[in-house]
């Protein structure tokens, strides 16, 4: 089976595969956003190596695979941009789409090509993350309505469970793959490395050696607050979470 890698910038016409009607929708920013979003310090090199790998992945399942990165996406929200990206992908002709991320480590070919068969039989497919969002969404284009879909409630809590409710009343079946944990700051890479048998050595690796900076500076902010008990770090705060 051909592989299309095809970036958006472009926007050509490609060829549909020869097995079915299905592209893989890489969805991922470049490793320099990635580190201001993901507050992950020094974490430029383990974002690169995420897309890599997850790049990867699609190509192995013979699928054809677009990646939109910043400069392809075009809308001031995260909703905004990724509805874009799919209706620009739909658009070259694709009737269904899978669509990932490059945040989820622990996703394998097999659940891609897995999604893929259960588009050919109609169905809608989704992978919900640890955190209330999902990993994998696997959408008809007949199912697909650019307007309801940016009002779901995106990088909120609730969002796999108005996704899901939004799915099953659009198609005929819903789908549920297994859960995985997303990485979206650095709390989130005990969690990963603590399943280090579905990595790569690169990457388990990558995380590693972040965590073990992480502690180093755990430890150095220690010996300070001991040493000078009057002072304390500047801590800009986390931010505000809405549950909606």
Not at 52 to 57: A, G, H
Not at 129 to 135: L, Q, T
Not at 147 to 157: A, D, I, N, T
Request: proline fraction near 4%; include cysteine; hydrophobic fraction near 35%.
């Amino acid at each position: 089976m051909p592989y299309f890698y095809v970036s958006l910038t472009t926007r050509k016409k490609i060829e549909l595969n020869s097995q079915g009607t299905t592209a893989i929708l890489v969805f991922a920013n470049s490793a320099k956003e990635d580190l201001v979003n993901k507050r992950i310090a020094k974490g430029e090199r383990l974002f690169s190596e995420l897309t890599k790998s997850t790049l990867q992945k699609a190509k192995n399942s013979g699928l054809p695979v677009f990646h939109i990165s910043d400069d392809d996406q075009i809308g001031s929200s995260f909703g905004q941009r990724f509805t874009n990206a799919i209706a620009s992908v739909f658009n070259t002709g694709f009737t269904s789409i899978i669509a990932i991320g490059n945040d989820t480590p622990h996703l394998k070919t097999q659940q891609l090509k897995l999604a893929a068969g259960q588009l050919a039989k109609g169905k809608t497919v989704i992978g919900p993350s640890k955190d209330g969002g999902f990993y994998l969404l696997g959408l008809q284009k007949s199912n697909f309505e650019i307007s309801e879909f940016q009002k779901l409630p995106w990088q909120r809590f609730s969002l796999y469970h108005k996704i899901t409710m939004w799915l099953q009343k659009e198609s005929s079946e819903l789908v549920k793959l297994p859960a995985l944990q997303d990485l979206d700051c650095e709390k989130d890479l005990k969690s990963i490395l603590s399943f280090s048998d579905d990595l790569s050595p690169t990457l388990f690796l990558l995380i590693a050696q972040l965590i073990k900076r992480k502690r180093g500076l755990y430890y150095t902010n220690q010996n300070f607050s001991s040493s000078y008990p009057n002072s304390f770090p500047f801590n800009k705060g986390s931010p505000a979470v809405s549950f909606i």
